[in-house]
């Protein structure tokens, strides 16, 4: 499967349109090619793929026929994902329709649009012989498909548009520069910024709009809309296996419980927990990947800080294997789980969320003085675990009970970034604070998670023949006993943090 990031623009032009003279912007020249294309869109019936801007197409012409697959991928950009044509005109390629399985959610992919072009293309190139950008000049019919291929259409149109698609060496500099000139001719940007959108038109699902008010509830609603959209933009990327997509993922399913559970004064409790709890089972279905990640990281950093590995490189390499292993059996596992009923559902629910949320009566009131009674009764819990974790008599209670402050620290954080656009500078601090303490005890967690692995996987990971075993023992101990020093530094360390925090009571007023 091949991919790469499409970087865009589309603009709509009269059918007597006339192109500008854009040799200037072509130092290396500019060559033309014709193609005829005919692309068969497939989508849910309830064009759920259309609704989030993602396009699936088996189109045929061109020097790039196959399946096309086109997800959004930040701001102005998409990611697009090919396969080849394959024997079966009407079967998705199963490696495509998983990276769409959150917005399917399960429901059969079938054509629904059929789109014929025929193209005009220049390409525009640099200086030496580099492609800079590629201007389509496309004549455009396009019909509805109602069910399957051979049914009657229920809408037809044409049109003509013009298409600019940065090549590898291009810059948004000269995107810009084409489009004005291509404006001064004449065209105007597009409004759907897409062939298939404008052939589907009102069929397509309209968004869940993002709150734009100014009332407590705007505001909380606002942070979540932004993280259940996060949700959705990870999904494909932890199907990839990309580099942090899992931490990042399981992140934003953790902000959106904290949403649920340090503002009650604003959304219903009881109504969202079992959205809650869902949440924290999808956390758990990503955290095993998460802590194998972080595992492996943190124990190749601690073999590199010994002055000299008892065991031999081939030895202590194996145990990194091991890991890696183990992490790619787990993440085979989220797939599967991201491609099951329960996390269908979950994500049903958080669509009703933000389009329908529960919302208590105090919503509607203005934000200061709700989000500053919730972010300070988040900061009470923070203090109440604290006060737990240095009372504690033994060294196991010790353990678990900083790890509670690391949890209540990290939802004071969520809940002041979330307050922070309302109550400014003093959310501000709470969350550096909250912040700051979490990253020192989040590195004693790892700490006594990689002591706990070590430990119960002692005998497994050193070898069996003789030779090396003792060794190998011998460097797992080692690995032990920095963990153990350096968690004692970091829980003075995180002590001390505590001591020159700022006072949420001060910062925020009242009790």
């Not at 183990?326 to 491609?339: D, F, K, P, T």
């Not at 933000?354 to 509607?364: C, M, S």
């Not at 004693?444 to 990971?461: C, I, R, W």
């Amino acid at each position: 499967m091949q991919e790469h990031i499409e970087i865009e623009t589309k603009y709509e032009v009269s059918p007597d349109f006339e192109l500008p003279d854009l040799t200037d912007l072509a130092p290396g020249g500019i060559d033309s090619a014709k193609h005829q294309l005919v692309a068969t869109y497939f989508d849910t019936e309830e064009m759920r793929l259309a609704a989030r801007r993602i396009t699936l197409r088996r189109r045929t012409g061109g020097p790039d026929a196959g399946w096309h697959l086109k997800i959004p991928w930040g701001p102005d950009a998409k990611r697009e994902f090919h396969a080849p044509l394959g024997k079966h005109s009407r079967r998705v390629p199963a490696r495509l329709a998983r990276l769409v399985d959150s917005a399917a959610r399960g429901a059969p992919l079938v054509p629904t649009a059929r789109i014929s072009t025929d193209r005009t293309e220049y390409a525009l190139i640099g200086s030496p012989d580099e492609p800079l950008a590629l201007l389509a000049d496309d004549a455009v019919s396009g019909e509805v498909l109602v069910g399957a291929e051979d049914e009657a259409t229920t809408r037809s149109c044409a049109w003509r548009e013009v298409e600019i698609e940065l090549a590898s060496s291009g810059t948004r500099k000269l995107q810009r520069r084409i489009g004005k000139q291509l404006v001064d001719a004449g065209a105007t940007p597009s409004e759907s910024g897409s062939k298939l959108l404008f052939v589907l038109g009102d069929r397509v699902p309209p968004p869940i709009p993002r709150p734009d008010g100014g009332s407590a509830g705007d505001v909380v609603l606002r942070y979540l809309w932004d993280q259940v959209q996060r949700l959705l933009d990870y999904d494909p990327r932890v199907r990839l296996d990309e580099e942090d997509a899992i931490h990042q993922m399981r992140v934003s399913t953790r902000r959106i419980r904290t949403v649920l559970q340090v503002f009650p004064s604003i959304i219903d409790r009881e109504a969202t927990r079992p959205i809650a709890d869902e949440l924290r089972w999808l956390a758990g279905v990503l955290g095993t990947a998460r802590d194998l990640e972080v595992l492996r990281a943190r124990c190749a950093a601690r073999l590199a800080e010994l002055p000299e590995r008892a065991a031999g490189q081939e030895v202590t390499d194996a145990w990194l294997s091991v890991l890696d292993d183990q992490r790619r059996g787990a993440h085979s596992r989220i797939v599967r789980e991201l491609s099951r009923t329960r996390y269908f559902s979950l994500l049903d629910d958080l669509d009703r969320l933000r389009g329908d949320p529960p919302l208590t009566e105090k919503a509607l009131r203005e934000a200061p003085a709700i989000l500053r009674s919730d972010v300070k009764r988040a900061c009470r819990r923070m203090n109440a675990a604290h006060e737990r974790a240095i009372a504690a008599s033994d060294a196991e209670t010790r353990v678990t009970a900083w790890h509670d402050v690391r949890k209540a620290a990290k939802r004071a954080r969520y809940a002041a970034t979330l307050a922070q656009p309302v109550l400014g500078k003093p959310a501000h601090r709470i969350r550096a604070w909250a912040t700051e303490l979490q990253e020192i005890l989040g590195d004693h967690q790892d700490g006594v998670a990689l002591k706990t692995y070590l430990n119960e996987n002692a005998q497994s990971l050193a070898p069996a023949r003789a030779t090396g075993r003792d060794a190998t023992l011998v460097t797992l101990g080692a690995l032990v006993g920095s963990e153990v020093t350096a968690g004692r530094a970091l829980i003075d360390q995180a002590e001390r943090t505590w001591e020159t925090g700022p006072d949420p009571k001060q910062l925020l007023g009242g009790g």
